[in-house]
């Protein structure tokens, strides 16, 4: 069965993920407007915790190399960005930033389905021998 394979698994995660990120984005989106509405947000999968292979990560070899605007020093920590704008109406969703998020969801949604489509092919090769 496909989803023995750890890679599969975990992709297959990330695309339910991303599917259900981008209704909570787009229910952010759609009550812009609404008094009192605080923007949502879905955690994100650990899937350090569940999956049962290495993560491969970025190793930063030398002190002069470039940081990652969103992470700090040490790999894999986000940086939090505080001050968003609250709107007079008491409303806490910032528009722009929702639609910067709506698109990283949907290239990363995009990068997903592209791996999961790769894995696919290299197991189909793997079984058959035929590409």
Do not use: C
Not at 16 to 30: S, T, Y
Not at 57 to 84: C, L, Y
């Amino acid at each position: 069965m496909l989803s023995d394979f750890p890679v599969i698994a975990s992709l297959k995660s990330k695309l339910k993920w991303h599917q259900q990120r981008q209704g909570v984005l787009a229910e952010n989106v759609a009550n812009a407007d609404t008094p009192g509405f605080r923007a949502q947000e879905l955690k994100a999968p650990d899937f350090g915790s569940n999956a049962r292979v290495a993560a491969l990560g970025v190793a930063r070899t030398d002190a002069q190399h470039i940081v990652p605007a969103n992470q700090s020093a040490e790999f894999g920590v986000d940086r939090k960005i505080d001050g968003w704008e609250v709107t007079p109406e008491g409303n806490g969703v910032v528009l722009e930033e929702q639609m910067m998020k709506v698109a990283q969801n949907q290239m990363d949604y995009q990068l997903a389905t592209s791996l999961y489509s790769r894995a696919m092919s290299l197991l189909r090769i793997a079984a058959t021998g035929q590409r």
